[in-house]
């Protein structure tokens, strides 16, 4: 098969979705599998790289840290030259046409949601009133353009429901040799030391997990907060955090460095109701740190009561619920987290993903016979 994956939002810094795109593309490759990987960037560019084919196609900046490609066509363009066996789409945006432009042609074609339109939304305009609608109509939309909606949590799922899609579920893997507790370990020395590991932007929520921290610290804990990313939000974090002990650290470029990051708190906030999985949960539990999150979203489907604690999403509940795992806190509960990790492996993620492609690809060939 020849397998092209296309995504805007993809950077230097950028976290989740380029992971799982990495994580996957290196699966197909594995496979024996050829893969295109099509991207925003500065300027064309075609690059035969050991992950297989990566094609840039001029894009403006929207951040310092993401490019988005606003022109489709020059996508599609791409797709015409390189003739994929199937394509796999994680953009909602600006690339959704081509699933019309994969249909024309009896090619399979996979939408791969990363997040869930209704929260995003609602997160950036600040409010929900109206949005369940306009979000709706682009869901059906996208439905019908799509052969296959592959989702990676029940809350993403249900987004979907009565929009008509066809949806795979397929949970994601995390690195269990890279993320594991030989990585590290807390000091003992008396503090809760937390971490957060994420994007610094408020579709993530760190305000809530910084605000959770401060709320322990008023209440007389001896708390640190380590917060690994970057983001626009910054200032208004230093802000919420005041005198707390909450220290910006910025971006941990290699994976190595992070599981050290993790490995050494005592508890991950991982907060956002809104996550639709949640790869920086599984990435604390394979190193050995129970989480504690929110209890709405994909997120909070990953932790259990062996592997941390939940709360509703506001910094009292939230206080609480790390404070209903404080007792717990130690040796047993790390092997947990650990043993929770395992679950999840890149090696089934692929395989389910291949057997999609797989799929779509006989029935594009019955369409063209």
Same mark, same amino acid.
């Given at each position: 098969?020849?397998?092209?994956?296309?995504?805007?939002?993809?950077?230097?810094?950028?976290?989740?979705?380029?992971?799982?795109?990495?994580?996957?593309?290196?699966?197909?490759?594995?496979?024996?599998?050829?893969?295109?990987?099509?991207?925003?960037?500065?300027?064309?560019?075609?690059?035969?790289?050991?992950?297989?084919?990566?094609?840039?196609?001029?894009?403006?900046?929207?951040?310092?840290?993401?490019?988005?490609?606003?022109?489709?066509?020059?996508?599609?363009?791409?797709?015409?030259?390189?003739?994929?066996?199937?394509?796999?789409?994680?953009?909602?945006?600006?690339?959704?046409?081509?699933?019309?432009?994969?249909?024309?042609?009896?090619?399979?074609?996979?939408?791969?949601?990363?997040?869930?339109?209704?929260?995003?939304?609602?997160?950036?305009?600040?409010?929900?009133?109206?949005?369940? /609608?306009?979000?709706?109509?682009?869901?059906?939309?996208? *439905?019908?353009?799509?052969? &296959?909606? =592959? !989702? $990676? #949590?029940?809350?993403?799922?249900?987004?979907?429901?009565?929009?008509?899609?066809?949806?795979?579920?397929?949970?994601?893997?995390?690195?269990?040799?890279?993320?594991?507790?030989?990585?590290?370990?807390?000091?003992?020395?008396?503090?809760?030391?937390?971490?957060?590991?994420?994007?610094?932007?408020?579709?993530?929520?760190?305000?809530?997990?910084?605000?959770?921290?401060?709320?322990?610290?008023?209440?007389?804990?001896?708390?640190?907060?380590?917060?690994?990313?970057?983001?626009?939000?910054?200032?208004?974090?230093?802000?919420?955090?005041?005198?707390?002990?909450?220290?910006?650290?910025?971006?941990?470029?290699?994976?190595?460095?992070?599981?050290?990051?993790?490995?050494?708190?005592?508890?991950?906030?991982?907060?956002?109701? /809104?996550?639709?999985?949640?790869?920086?949960?599984?990435? *604390?539990?394979?190193?050995? &740190?129970? =989480? !504690? $999150? #929110?209890?709405?979203?994909?997120?909070?489907?990953?932790?259990?009561?062996?592997?941390?604690?939940?709360?509703?999403?506001?910094?009292?509940?939230?206080?609480?619920?790390?404070?209903?795992?404080?007792?717990?806190?130690?040796?047993?509960?790390?092997?947990?987290?650990?043993?929770?990790?395992?679950?999840?492996?890149?090696?089934?993620?692929?395989?389910?993903?291949?057997?999609?492609?797989?799929?779509?690809?006989?029935?594009?060939?019955?369409?063209?016979?």
């Amino acid at each position: 098969m020849r397998i092209a994956q296309l995504a805007n939002f993809v950077g230097p810094t950028s976290g989740g979705m380029k992971v799982v795109i990495e994580q996957l593309g290196a699966g197909y490759l594995a496979a024996g599998h050829e893969r295109i990987f099509v991207m925003p960037g500065e300027r064309d560019r075609v690059v035969e790289t050991e992950h297989g084919i990566v094609v840039q196609v001029q894009g403006p900046r929207l951040t310092d840290q993401y490019r988005m490609i606003f022109r489709p066509w020059r996508a599609l363009d791409v797709l015409d030259q390189f003739n994929p066996t199937s394509i796999e789409v994680s953009d909602k945006w600006t690339l959704s046409p081509a699933g019309n432009w994969a249909s024309r042609r009896d090619v399979g074609s996979v939408l791969f949601s990363h997040e869930r339109l209704s929260d995003m939304l609602a997160m950036w305009v600040r409010r929900s009133f109206g949005v369940e /609608a306009v979000v709706g109509a682009m869901n059906r939309r996208l *439905a019908k353009n799509f052969d &296959t909606v =592959v !989702v $990676t #949590s029940q809350f993403a799922a249900d987004e979907f429901v009565g929009s008509g899609a066809n949806l795979e579920l397929v949970p994601l893997g995390v690195d269990l040799e890279t993320f594991h507790p030989s990585a590290g370990s807390p000091a003992d020395d008396g503090v809760l030391k937390f971490c957060y590991v994420g994007r610094l932007s408020h579709e993530k929520s760190p305000q809530l997990a910084v605000a959770t921290v401060v709320e322990l610290h008023r209440r007389g804990h001896k708390v640190r907060l380590d917060l690994y990313g970057t983001g626009p939000d910054q200032a208004e974090l230093e802000e919420i955090a005041g005198d707390a002990p909450v220290h910006f650290q910025g971006f941990v470029a290699g994976r190595d460095q992070l599981a050290q990051r993790f490995a050494a708190a005592d508890v991950s906030l991982s907060v956002c109701p /809104a996550e639709t999985f949640g790869l920086a949960v599984l990435e *604390a539990m394979a190193s050995g &740190t129970p =989480v !504690v $999150t #929110s209890n709405r979203g994909g997120a909070h489907e990953l932790v259990d009561a062996t592997s941390g604690a939940s709360g509703d999403p506001h910094p009292i509940a939230l206080a609480d619920a790390v404070e209903s795992l404080m007792p717990r806190l130690g040796p047993e509960l790390r092997v947990a987290a650990r043993k929770r990790a395992e679950e999840y492996s890149w090696t089934r993620a692929v395989q389910q993903m291949l057997a999609l492609h797989e799929r779509l690809q006989d029935e594009g060939r019955r369409g063209r016979a």
